[in-house]
């Protein structure tokens, strides 16, 4: 109580006291906003080694701050959002290249690190000390190109907001262009474009440009998506039409352009320009060939307006393949073992639920997947939450069977039953999201 009051009293003296006030300080020294009590000049000293000017633009009382009230406050027009994981080579380039590209805008950059082992959040980190128009989210226990995106565009509250990769392969000279179309309402998505006149996607081997091409042309066809390029990584978007559009954007996956442009219904006027798709400049890839998994989960979501979901589908294709690795193991335990039928089918369950946990695990839910000690528990809790879900099936096909006495009738709905509980119980219990 005491301690709330200080702070108000605090608050409110301390930005007169210290000369300028708390939206000025370019590094706050605390989040709370006793930031404005350390003055510019000491702010100057510490940073006498430091050669990364401050953009006039954003700095309050700056002479060269426009009339533009959101400039005057020091907030920013464009944020300029790059998901990284494992880039801490890219990271302090890509920043001086944007501080080039954008002078004379209002900007920001937030980067958002998936916890990247390489500690690229710490080199970010070290930025934004720096740099208060850098800014870095790291996320724990979570990982996705697309769910990071979205969550750098929401912790941003620019007008607009441009999304690129971290290893300089998108072009970001074409930055204010993008921004200017926006602007002055040529467009509501901006879409940097490899497949048009002028783009080239240079920095692409044989075999990424023939995934890209054909994943391109099945997003056109079956999605009736017009663009040339909505496997681009690169865009930029007003943000109030990136707002009404996120709930029901996929968090999983990569394809977040083609999951804006599917989910929009052809009501976001969009824009493409040219730009050349460069080379990764250090580190490798993260998009392997499951890659392909996601693009097909995501055309097959938005194809049936959100009511399949791959997971779904990849959880119980694992279910189905566990029926045969089940009669597999009964047979090998009874024909060529000579165990006896009890037994034999205890053993048929138990190697089908572990390969069931293994294939998920790699497949079903690589994004969250377990490892290492983890994977003991994990197990440990599918097998308790398969068995329970074979008194479901059992359960349920029984009463059907009670209604209507047909054996395929009640046998389909007992499967379905379980593979419903299953999967809904593995992902509380066993990949839940931490
Ligand atoms: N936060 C986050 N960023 C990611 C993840 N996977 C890839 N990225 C970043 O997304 C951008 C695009 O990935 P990249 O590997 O360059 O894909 P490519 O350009 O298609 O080869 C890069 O900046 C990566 O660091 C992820 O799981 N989480
Ligand atoms: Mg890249």
Redesign the pocket.
Same mark, same amino acid.
């Given at each position: 109580m005491y301690a709330r009051l200080l702070f108000v009293v605090v608050g409110i003296l301390a930005p007169p006291l210290a000369g300028f006030p708390l939206r000025s300080a370019p590094v706050p020294e605390l989040c709370l906003g006793i930031g404005g009590l350390a003055s510019e000049a000491w702010h100057r000293r510490r940073r006498r080694d430091i050669r990364l000017p401050m953009n006039e633009a954003i700095r309050l009382g700056s002479e060269t701050a426009s009339q533009d009230p959101r400039q005057t406050m020091g907030l920013p027009d464009l944020s300029v959002v =790059?998901?990284?994981? *494992?880039?801490r080579d *890219?990271v302090g380039k890509l920043y001086r290249k944007l501080e080039a590209a954008l002078s004379g805008i209002a900007w920001e950059v937030v980067? =958002? @690190? @998936?916890n990247?082992p390489d500690g690229?959040w710490n080199v970010v980190r070290e930025l934004a000390r720096q740099d208060s128009r850098v800014r870095c989210i790291r996320?724990i226990g979570?990982? !996705?190109?697309s769910? &990071?995106?979205i969550e750098g565009i929401l912790a941003s509250c620019a007008p607009y907001a441009a999304v690129? @990769? &971290?290893?300089l392969?998108h072009d970001e000279a074409q930055l204010p262009k993008m921004l200017s179309l926006l602007r002055n309402g040529q467009a509501e998505l901006v879409v940097g474009s490899r497949y048009i006149e002028g783009g080239s996607a240079d !920095? %692409?081997d044989k075999q990424?440009a023939g995934f890209s091409a054909f994943a391109t042309g099945i997003a056109r066809r079956v999605l009736g998506i017009a663009i040339a390029d909505p496997m681009s990584?690169f865009f930029m978007i007003r943000r109030d039409r990136f707002e009404e559009l996120a709930p029901k954007l996929s968090t999983q996956g990569?394809k977040i352009l083609l999951d804006i442009v599917s989910t929009a219904h052809g009501e976001l006027k969009t824009v493409e320009v040219p730009f050349t %798709?460069g080379a990764?400049l250090h !580190?490798?890839?993260?998009?392997d060939s499951m =890659?392909a998994l996601d693009f097909l989960g995501l055309v097959l979501a938005k194809f049936t307006n959100d009511a399949v979901s791959l997971r779904f589908l990849l959880f119980a294709m694992v279910g189905g393949i566990g029926l045969f690795v089940h009669l597999g193991t009964l047979f090998v335990a009874l024909a060529w073992l000579g165990w006896p039928f009890p037994e034999a089918q205890t053993a048929g369950a138990l190697v089908a639920m572990t390969s069931n946990f293994a294939l998920n695990n790699f497949l079903t839910y690589r @994004?969250q997947r377990l490892k290492g000690l983890a994977i003991l528990p994990g197990l440990f809790a599918f097998y308790l939450v398969c068995s329970v879900g074979l008194f479901a099936n059992v359960g349920v096909a029984f009463s059907v069977y009670d209604q209507e006495p047909i054996w395929w009738l009640a046998g389909a709905a007992g499967a379905l039953m379980g593979v419903v509980w299953n999967y809904a119980m593995s992902g509380l219990f066993v990949w839940r999201r931490r």
């Open positions: =790059v998901p990284t994981f *494992n880039e *890219n980067f =958002v @690190d @998936d990247s690229t996320r979570r990982r !996705g190109l769910g &990071a995106c690129m @990769d &971290a290893d392969q !920095g %692409f990424r990584g990569f %798709f990764r !580190g490798e890839s993260k998009l =890659v @994004d």
